[in-house]
């Protein structure tokens, strides 16, 4: 017999590791009434995060989940990204403080493109407003200031505001996008063809951060405002900015 009236599970801190999360995914993909489940803090790894990604894909209820602390790397994060790109009903998704790195920030990102759901993705400590990022909730401007904010943070951003024809303003000031956030916000911005000012000051980035910077601001027709300051591009960083202006 099946529960058929639990709404919210909670399992953090319980060691279920990929063994356990294959069990809770083979549940998830027949059970229609549970909206929200956490599974932080339970070693859960790529393996895992197959068995998870799964689920969602044919999951119907299921809007909330929380994966934060954990061990998903870039292969688990690709299978969630699969999933997310079928998935109608997830709205919130906590994946901070795993082992994305950079690929497994880029397969959320590109996921991002096709899911219509998501609301909020959390991959560092402060959820991203994805819908206001990609422009299907029209904002001119957002404010991401101070919010401790990394580069996995960056590359998501960046793979939503690409082709967002609304948003004028994005504030990522006093954050730690550094150098690999700041090349994808470079190729977002040779895409994009409305955003006019952007704030990317304090935010870690060296010279080859400033040399993406550079190379999209000779292709970027609209962008009338880039605060770089208190950053580290130094006289190489300044050279790329400055054949981008001639």
Same mark, same amino acid.
């Given at each position: 017999?099946?529960? !058929?009236?639990?709404?919210t ?7 279920i ?10 549940a ?10 956490? +599974?932080?803090y339970?070693e ?5 995060? =197959?068995?998870?990604?799964?689920? /969602?894909? @044919?999951n ?17 994060? =690709? ?8 998935? !109608?009903? *997830?709205?919130? +998704? !906590?994946?901070?403080? #795993?082992?994305?790195?950079e ?6 990102g ?6 219509? !759901? ?9 959820a *991203?407003?994805?819908?206001?990022l990609k422009?299907v909730? $029209? ?8 919010k401790?904010?990394?580069h ?12 967002n024809?609304?948003l004028?303003?994005?504030? *990522? ?8 956030? $700041? ?11 409305? *955003? ?13 951060? $400033? ?6 601001l000779?292709? #970027?027709?609209? /962008? @009338?405002?880039?605060? /770089?300051?208190? #950053?580290e ?8 900015i ?5």
């Open positions: 017999k099946s529960n !058929m009236v639990l709404t599970l909670i399992l953090g801190r319980n060691q590791g990929d063994e356990g999360a294959q069990r809770i995914g083979e998830l993909k027949k059970n229609p009434v549970l909206i929200s489940l956490s +599974l932080m339970n859960i790894g790529d393996e895992g995060a =197959q068995h998870i990604g799964e689920a /969602l894909k @044919t119907k209820a299921l809007t909330s989940l929380n994966l934060m602390f954990n061990a998903i790397g870039a292969e688990g994060a =690709q299978h969630i990204g699969e999933a997310l790109k079928s998935n !109608m009903v *997830l709205t919130t +998704l !906590m994946l901070q403080w #795993n082992l994305l790195g690929k497994g920030a880029q397969h959320i590109e996921a991002l493109k096709i899911n219509k !759901m998501l609301t909020s993705l959390d991959l560092d400590g402060h *991203l407003p994805i819908l206001e422009g909730s $029209a904002v001119k401007t957002i404010e991401l200031q101070r401790g904010l990394t996995l943070s960056g590359i998501v951003i960046a793979s939503c505001i690409s082709s024809l609304v004028k303003s994005l504030n *990522l000031n006093y954050n730690e996008i550094g150098n690999e956030g $700041a090349q994808h916000i470079g190729e977002a911005l040779k895409i994009n063809e409305a *955003l006019t000012t952007l704030n990317l000051g304090y935010n870690r980035i060296g010279p080859e951060g $400033a040399k993406h910077i550079g190379e999209a000779k292709i #970027n027709t609209v /962008l @009338t405002k880039l605060d /770089l300051s208190h #950053n591009i130094g006289d190489e960083g300044a050279q790329h400055g054949e981008a202006l001639k």
